[in-house]
């Protein structure tokens, strides 16, 4: 059973930092992208970034390029995102989401998301 | 950035009812969309993927067309369980988009 847990999220002033993990199980985790998705309250689905299966590309929207950072240790089953300079508007849930391949894909599962919640 | 435009915003149903919904590209993305169904306080689960391909797991009341730019969702007979918020996906261009979702309410 593929199964995916996020952690790290917390109350944080503006301007500050904080680093989310995805701790993975139930599958290949090298074998697949992995990507954040988040989710502002009551709001619709922002996708942040996808990191390849072996961790050599990146890919990040304009919104978030330059401010969080996705990456992956392979040998612990463990996805991260690094977030600098965090502004109200990043207050949301985030989620950590499998894709179906190498570098790509649907999300095909998705973990039950952490809060951020940027506020002074 | 591709804009997924979802319609209705809001579909209101009765148990059984077929349900169809909308998501329009402002340009094309070949076949590479997918279908989200979400409740509340819940992740999103994964129905369909590349316009048409039921995910694992998910029930064949469920069913997606269309390519390039206007793909639809349709549920042929809503159960109980299918009330919630669908949102469409593009993976062609990044920034990959999620359209702003449409809500399947109990009529």
């Known amino acids: 059973e593929v199964q995916l847990l996020e952690s790290g999220g917390d109350l944080v002033q503006p301007e500050g930092s904080l680093r989310l993990s995805c701790a993975a199980s139930?599958?290949?985790?090298?074998?697949?992208?992995m990507s954040w998705v988040r989710q502002a309250p009551g709001k619709g689905l922002e996708w942040l970034s996808t990191?390849?299966?072996?961790?050599?590309?990146?890919w990040y929207p304009d919104s978030v390029k330059g401010r969080f950072t996705i990456s992956r240790d392979n040998s612990k089953n463990t996805l991260y995102l690094q977030m600098h300079s965090l502004r109200v508007e990043d207050t949301a849930v985030y989620f950590c989401?499998?894709?179906?391949?190498?570098?790509?894909?649907?999300?095909?599962?998705w973990g039950q998301g952490t809060l951020v919640t940027v506020s002074s | 950035e591709i804009v997924l435009t979802q319609s209705p915003a809001t579909l209101s149903l009765s148990p059984g009812e077929r349900a169809a919904l909308s998501c329009r590209a402002s340009?094309?993305?070949?076949?590479?969309l997918a279908w989200y169904q979400q409740k509340p306080g819940q992740a999103p689960r994964l129905l369909i993927y590349?316009?048409?391909n039921r995910a694992t797991g998910i029930p064949a009341r469920f069913s997606g067309s269309g390519s390039g730019t206007d793909f639809t969702l349709t549920i042929s007979s809503l159960e109980p369980e299918d009330f919630a918020v669908y949102y469409c996906q593009q993976r062609t261009n990044s920034p990959l988009t999620f359209g702003g979702g449409t809500k399947v309410e109990i009529k």
């Open positions: 590349d316009a048409s």
């Open positions: 989401a499998k894709r179906q391949w190498l570098e790509g894909g649907a999300f095909d599962y």
């Open positions: 990191i390849s299966g072996s961790g050599a590309r990146t």
């Open positions: 340009q094309s993305v070949s076949s590479y």
């Open positions: 139930g599958f290949a985790f090298s074998n697949c992208a």
